[in-house]
């Protein structure tokens, strides 16, 4: 059974999904530990789970079998979610190609067969062949050139093997006593030609489990070692652990907001209105508090929603567009004004302050353009239309995504690709079916979620070719 550890805003829906899929919990969090009647449980992890620094979904590490479980998991039961997952092993210890020298940074660029990583200067003077062994360190996670260190460490779940030096222990175990013995320990167990580094797990551990670890640690080593020796560059020696990030569009909150509701009282977007912060978030858990109280639900919300209601855009606001891509770059498409705003719809301008080219369009881009936007707050879909300052019709882009989400002071969604171009004589032309499929090809976007993106598109481009609107 995989064990994970989970925190955030969305450790609650994620515990429970979870425990449904057959993972274990370990150091669960007060609430959840109520919530689901669990044990205080200070098991080492397969992965951990935490929120990502925008909350717009969460991030991931651990080891193959547990990261390739969640994956599925969440692509299974969540319709919109993206995938990111590292191809680089985290600790993990390669055989690599030497590339050559970055001259700007003064860095040695390794290829290491999924990616080409650079070693720091200060390293350059260890590297003495065409092949050389390096580890993909904690720096630069998710970078498409990771970070490399001809110095090898052997990490374990309670101790690091690292080259010879002093022994060390974390500075999260704070007792005296356990400092002192770990330290006596260390410097009885460790190998030759290393030093053992004590990690918090190893507080309180048995003698023999520590002893054990250090053993296998020492044998690891040693393996990896002749492997080197014998393994043609670039390779893999040793696996580490995979990151993953994960983002959490529209229907992937609200699908989480129900699987919280069926563990605890939840207000509907719950997710959403987290992710917000702020006097929202603030609201919000007063409003569950009065939940978990017996107060009725329609009441609760009602006051809720008046309460934050100042909080939000309305017609004539200004908010910026956050385009995001499946690969995980967002671009920020500036501000727009909000011509008007319902439930359910939204229309933003926006006006171009430099020339250029709208792609697909093959038509100019002038400075002064107007681009209209109407969206139904909800759908799979928007439509922009763009005309030149004088009102002249340039042409209309439908645009494949996650339902857009109207946040305080931005716009956001994740692009499928996937457009519709309208030209201006009312030729329309389907646009990037094949970067889509490159993003299921790479693990970001699932079938599942290109199916739905495909079949929607079918469905707009036969409502065009009718001469419906949108």
């Known amino acids: 059974m995989a064990k994970a550890k989970i925190r955030g805003i969305y450790s609650t829906a994620l515990t429970k999904l979870l425990l449904d899929n ?11 530990r109520d919530r689901f009647g ?7 992890p397969d992965i951990t789970v935490e929120d990502r620094y925008d909350r717009h979904g969460i991030r991931t590490m651990g080891n193959r079998e547990a ?33 050559g020298v970055d001259i700007p940074t003064r860095s040695v660029l390794i290829d290491v067969g999924v990616a080409v990583g650079r070693v720091p200067e200060k390293e350059k003077s260890k590297i003495t062949s065409k092949e050389v062994v390096v580890q993909v360190k904690r720096r630069r996670i998710g ?24 022994v060390g222990v974390s500075l999260k175990i704070h007792d005296p006593d356990t400092r002192a013995k770990l330290y006596e320990l260390g410097k009885e167990l460790s190998p030759a030609g290393w030093s053992i580094i004590w990690r918090t797990a190893a507080a309180n551990q048995p003698l023999e489990r520590l002893r054990g670890e250090v053993a296998s640690l020492a044998k690891e080593a040693e393996t990896v070692q002749n ?28 699908r989480l907001d129900e699987v919280r509701a069926s563990a605890c009282p939840t207000l509907p977007l719950h997710h959403y209105y987290k992710v917000c912060g702020g006097k929202i978030a603030s609201a919000l858990e007063m409003a569950e508090a009065l939940l978990e109280k017996g107060k009725p639900k329609d009441e609760v919300e009602a006051s809720f929603k008046q309460e934050i209601a100042a909080e939000f ?26 011509e008007s705003l319902d439930e359910d719809f939204i229309c ?19 400075a002064g353009d107007v681009a209209v936007t109407k969206a139904i707050l909800g759908e799979w879909y928007f439509q922009t239309e763009y005309f030149s300052k ?21 716009i956001r969604y994740v692009d499928l690709e996937v457009d519709i171009c309208i030209l201006p004589d009312g030729t329309l032309k389907v646009l990037d079916e094949e970067k889509l499929e490159k993003m299921v090809s790479k693990g970001y976007v699932s079938e599942k979620l290109a199916q739905m993106a495909l079949k929607k598109m079918q469905e707009v481009r036969k409502r065009l070719e009718n001469g419906e609107k949108l």
């Not at 057959?22 to 959840?32: D, L, Q």
């Not at 994956?71 to 590339?99: E, F, M, N």
Request: include cysteine.
């Open 22 to 32: 057959g993972f274990g919990i370990v150091e669960p969090s007060v609430a959840c």
């Open 38 to 44: 669990l044990e205080d449980n200070d098991a080492v």
């Open 67 to 99: 990261t390739d479980r969640l994956r599925d998991v969440l692509q299974s039961g969540l319709d919109d979610v993206i995938v990111r997952k590292w191809p680089i092993s985290v600790d993990g210890i390669y055989k690599g190609l030497l590339r």
């Open 143 to 166: 970078a498409k050139e990771p970070s490399l260190s001809t110095v090898i460490e052997v990490p374990g779940k309670y101790a690091v093997l690292t080259p010879e030096g002093k």
């Open 227 to 254: 492997k080197a020796e014998q393994t043609e560059a670039p390779a893999m020696l040793w696996e580490g652990s995979y990151v993953m990030d994960v983002e959490l569009p529209a229907l992937s909150k609200k």
């Open 313 to 338: 855009p309305f017609a004539g606001a200004t908010v910026g567009i956050e385009h995001v891509k499946a690969s995980g770059l967002v671009f920020y498409l500036g501000k727009a004004s909000i």
């Open 348 to 366: 933003l301008r926006r006006v171009f302050a430099k020339d250029g080219v709208y792609d697909g369009l093959r038509v100019k881009k002038e």
């Open 390 to 410: 004088d009102g002249q019709y340039k042409g209309c882009y439908v645009n494949l995504n996650t339902p857009m989400e109207l946040y305080p002071h931005f």
